[in-house]
């Protein structure tokens, strides 16, 4: 199975890499696929330009031979739906399952997401739950219909959600931005390698 790891990374740190090191471990991933969004759709757009996370996540990937970055979105251009992305993947790779991970606050919002239906027709959804987060709503509803034990995923094509607990990380790109405006240190916070970048390109 393929992992995928959609967002803005703007810029990437330790919590999106503990998330997709937990996720591949748990489900045995053979690679995770690392997607930086050219033009989110549903926030405001990044701080940080398209090529200036790219290579920022191509700094962080480099030491893992497990995490790839695909470039699919941003070779795209314009608002990157991650409907077509898993159309592309999907094309790419054929019946291969394909496992898009998400946190639970993205999961709750799930259903808000363009052709969100279409998207659980090409790939499994797998949630990492920290402690305390839930599923509300729609996706309460969701996941109790699609609900699946993890050593069971590969026995369905697609359409199946599990749930993969991990280390909470009270880590945001959000307060990163925030904390380097101020001159202050984001050191344990990011990996070395984008810490060396944000050096060199004081972005934010």
Same mark, same amino acid.
């Given at each position: 199975?393929?992992?995928?790891?959609?967002?803005?990374?703007?810029?990437?740190?330790?919590?999106?890499?503990?998330?997709?090191?937990?996720?591949r471990e748990a489900l045995?991933?053979?690679?995770?696929?690392?997607? &930086?969004?050219?033009? &989110?759709?549903?926030?405001?757009?990044?701080?940080?330009?398209?090529?200036?996370?790219?290579?920022?996540?191509?700094?962080?990937?480099?030491?893992?031979?497990?995490?790839?970055?695909?470039?699919r979105e941003y070779t795209?251009?314009?608002?990157?739906?991650?409907?077509?992305?898993?159309?592309?993947?999907?094309?790419?790779?054929?019946?291969?399952?394909?496992?898009?991970?998400?946190?639970?606050?993205?999961?709750?919002?799930?259903?808000?997401?363009?052709?969100?239906?279409?998207?659980?027709?090409?790939?499994?959804?797998?949630?990492?739950?920290?402690?305390?987060?839930?599923?509300?709503?729609?996706?309460?509803?969701l996941l109790a219909a699609?609900?699946? &034990?993890?050593?069971?995923?590969?026995?369905?094509?697609?359409?199946?959600?599990?749930?993969?607990?991990?280390?909470?990380?009270?880590?945001?790109?959000?307060?990163?931005?925030?904390?380097?405006?101020?001159?202050?240190?984001?050191?344990?916070?990011?990996?070395?390698?984008?810490?060396?970048?944000?050096?060199?390109? &004081?972005?934010?």
């Amino acid at each position: 199975m393929i992992g995928i790891l959609g967002g803005t990374f703007d810029p990437i740190h330790l919590g999106h890499l503990r998330l997709a090191e937990e996720v591949r471990e748990a489900l045995d991933l053979v690679q995770v696929r690392f997607v &930086p969004a050219y033009q &989110p759709p549903h926030r405001r757009a990044p701080v940080a330009s398209a090529e200036h996370r790219l290579a920022m996540v191509e700094a962080a990937l480099a030491d893992n031979p497990h995490f790839c970055v695909d470039t699919r979105e941003y070779t795209r251009g314009g608002a990157s739906w991650m409907v077509d992305t898993c159309t592309s993947l999907r094309e790419e790779f054929g019946e291969r399952p394909l496992v898009l991970m998400m946190g639970m606050d993205a999961f709750n919002g799930f259903t808000r997401w363009r052709e969100w239906q279409r998207i659980l027709e090409l790939v499994h959804l797998a949630i990492a739950t920290r402690p305390g987060a839930r599923a509300e709503d729609e996706a309460a509803e969701l996941l109790a219909a699609r609900s699946c &034990p993890t050593h069971l995923l590969e026995c369905a094509p697609v359409g199946r959600i599990v749930e993969v607990p991990m280390t909470a990380l009270d880590i945001s790109a959000t307060h990163i931005r925030e904390l380097s405006a101020c001159g202050r240190s984001t050191r344990y916070l990011l990996p070395k390698p984008v810490q060396e970048y944000l050096t060199e390109h &004081p972005l934010y």
